[in-house]
């Protein structure tokens, strides 16, 4: 009983991130994911064929979501596999302008908090049409929140 009792306790915390173990999806090709996609927030993301990216008004994944700033410019994207499914790596290389997500407070500056270099890791998924979707977890692990991005509208 005592043993049930303590791993209900190591276990309570653990929410559903912290054990995911990928979508299983593996078929999809770099030229399926290259193109525009778009979140409900205005995030805009186009991965160019050439694996460069532009990005506008993208948050920050994990914890970083909480600081609330929103990061647009240019970076590299590559789509990788490994046991768990495929993921788009995103990384920031040039950062060009920093915006709050509690009111759109735009600033060309470089004020203190939000990072200079990033890196996003977006999970490659199928919706039930069989469409492709990107998503990484924001926020506490616990809950398990995902930033879900389709396919821009007309791309």
């Known amino acids: 009983m005592t043993v049930l009792a303590a791993l209900a306790a190591l276990t309570a915390c653990a929410g559903p991130y912290q054990y995911y173990e990928g979508t299983g999806i593996h078929d999809t090709t770099a030229a399926e994911v290259a193109g525009g996609?778009?979140?409900?927030?205005?995030?805009?993301?186009?991965?160019r064929h050439d694996g460069t990216a532009h990005f506008k008004e993208l948050d920050g994944q994990d914890f970083d979501f909480e600081d609330g700033w929103r990061l647009s410019g240019t970076g590299t994207w590559q789509l990788t596999d490994d046991d768990g499914g495929q993921v788009v790596r995103l990384a920031l290389t040039a950062r060009t302008r920093v915006e709050s997500r509690s009111r759109h407070e735009a600033t060309?500056?470089?004020?203190?908090?939000?990072?200079?270099?990033?890196?996003?890791?977006f999970h490659v998924d199928r919706d039930q049409h069989d469409e492709l979707k990107l998503f990484f977890f924001y926020g506490d692990p616990d809950i398990g929140n995902t930033y879900v991005m389709t396919r821009e509208t007309g791309s």
């Open 108 to 121: 060309d500056t470089s004020p203190p908090g939000p990072p200079s270099a990033y890196a996003w890791s």
């Open 37 to 47: 996609w778009e979140n409900v927030e205005g995030t805009r993301v186009v991965l």
